[in-house]
Structures are given as structure tokens and as C-alpha cells.
């Protein structure tokens, strides 16, 4: 009963904050050590969808993509975009945040974090390229589609059709839909914005669940497969 009480209590942790960390948490840190404590997680695993990630200080609960409890669904993107927003928009949120975990973590040596930071201003320029490159191979880009299950011309488009800034800082503008994106990185606490929000930077959190996770030589390949040319 103890361990059964135990690991209810690492559950309702986790749903609350998403972690257990070394530091702050440290009981329950420890508590997920214990072989019999971490096989009873287990079952919540696999009841609720979800992924435990053992990193160095810390435990993360990360939901499975197909999750429709802790997981996001495409009107959660279209939601945090705007109150009327399309299916591309929310798309192209997805599509900025696979951009900039591909800036940050796409290195091919034992450590794949290739920078600390990146300016929001080079973040639209990298946009501007990649959506160029694919509007200017339309058919070849259709391909990509299907495997990654983005509209990437549908989303150049739409990209394209934004001025980069606009007085009012409408959320119509390039500047403005990449800081919808940047917005929900830092809810979850994986981005900070420093410089007065001019610059992004991993948090230890994003460190942790990249490089110890999702990250794997699969998962890298497919993600580099996805970007091969664009």
C-alpha cells in the first residue's frame, strides 16, 4: 500500500508540474530510484498515454503523440494562435517549433546542441528561407507532406502573404506568429526569453528532454529527413 501511495502522490506531482526534479523534489526523486516505485509509474505510463524521461536531476512526464489527455490536439494550436484561426496556422506554429528544436539540437556528433541562444530576428529570417525553398519546389515539397503531416506549401503560403512587423504588432504579422510559438515554449517552461524578448534560450528542462529522449538516432534521422533540402 505504501508504494502504491507513493507513486499516486509522484503521479499527481508530475500532472501538476510536469517534473520531479533532484533539487526541489528531491523524496520523490529519490523514491523513483526505488525498482518497485518506478514499476508501479509504470502502469500509469501505460494507462495515461505518457512517457517518464530519466534525465541526470530530474524526471519528466512527456505525453505520447497520440495522447488525448495531456497531449495537444490541432484546435489547441489554432486556440493559442487566435480566436478565429485556421488549420494552417496552427500547423505553422508546429512547423516554427520543429524549426527551432532542428536550429538548436540538429548537430550529428555524440552532443547535438549546436548553440545557447538565437535571436528572434534570425529565427524569422531561417522561416523566410525555408518556406522560400519550398515555394520554389512545390512538387518536391508535396512529397514531405504526407510523412510529416504538414502542409508545407499551404503553410509558405500563408507565410509569405505576412508583412515581418506591423505597427500594433497585429497577429497577422511573421514577427508576431513566431512569438505565438515562442509564447507556448516558455508556458511550458521550455524557452526562456531574455534581452527583452529578443532572444531564445533552452531551458534546462528542453536540454533534458531533447537529449535524453526524443533525440534518439531514430528520431534524428527522421526529423533531418524532414528538413533534407528545405
Not at 502504491?4 to 508540474?17: C, D, G, M, N, Y
Not at 498515454?49 to 489547441?76: C, E, I, K, M, T
Not at 536550429?103 to 524569422?124: D, S, T, W
Amino acid at each position: 500500500m505504501e508504494i502504491v501511495q507513493k507513486a499516486s502522490r509522484i503521479f499527481k506531482h508530475l500532472l501538476a508540474t510536469g517534473e520531479v526534479s533532484s533539487g526541489s523534489d528531491r523524496e520523490m526523486f529519490l523514491d523513483l530510484k526505488d525498482p518497485e516505485i518506478r514499476a508501479a509509474i509504470s502502469v500509469f505510463e501505460e494507462e495515461f498515454d505518457f512517457h517518464l524521461v530519466d534525465a541526470p536531476n530530474a524526471f519528466y512526464l512527456s505525453p505520447d503523440s497520440d495522447n488525448d489527455l495531456f497531449g495537444f490536439q490541432s484546435r489547441d494550436f489554432r486556440r493559442w494562435f487566435s480566436t478565429d484561426g485556421l488549420n494552417a496556422d496552427g500547423f505553422m506554429i508546429c512547423h516554427i517549433i520543429m524549426v527551432l528544436l532542428s536550429c538548436f539540437y540538429g548537430g550529428h556528433n555524440q552532443n547535438p546542441k549546436q548553440r545557447e541562444f538565437m535571436r528572434v530576428a534570425a529565427l524569422i529570417v531561417e522561416m523566410d528561407k525555408r518556406y522560400a525553398a519550398v515555394l520554389e519546389d512545390a512538387d518536391a515539397s508535396s512529397v514531405l507532406e504526407e510523412p510529416a503531416s504538414l502542409n508545407f506549401v499551404r503553410i509558405s503560403e500563408l507565410w509569405s502573404s505576412k508583412l515581418v512587423y506591423e505597427d500594433g504588432r497585429s497577429k497577422k504579422t511573421k514577427e508576431a506568429t513566431v512569438q505565438s510559438a515562442l509564447n507556448l515554449l516558455v508556458t511550458h517552461k521550455l524557452i526562456r526569453l531574455t534581452d527583452e524578448d529578443k532572444e531564445i534560450r533552452p531551458t534546462r528542462k528542453l536540454d533534458d528532454l531533447m537529449l535524453h529522449y526524443y533525440l534518439s538516432d531514430a528520431r534524428v534521422a527522421e526529423v533531418q529527413a524532414i528538413f533534407k533540402g528545405m
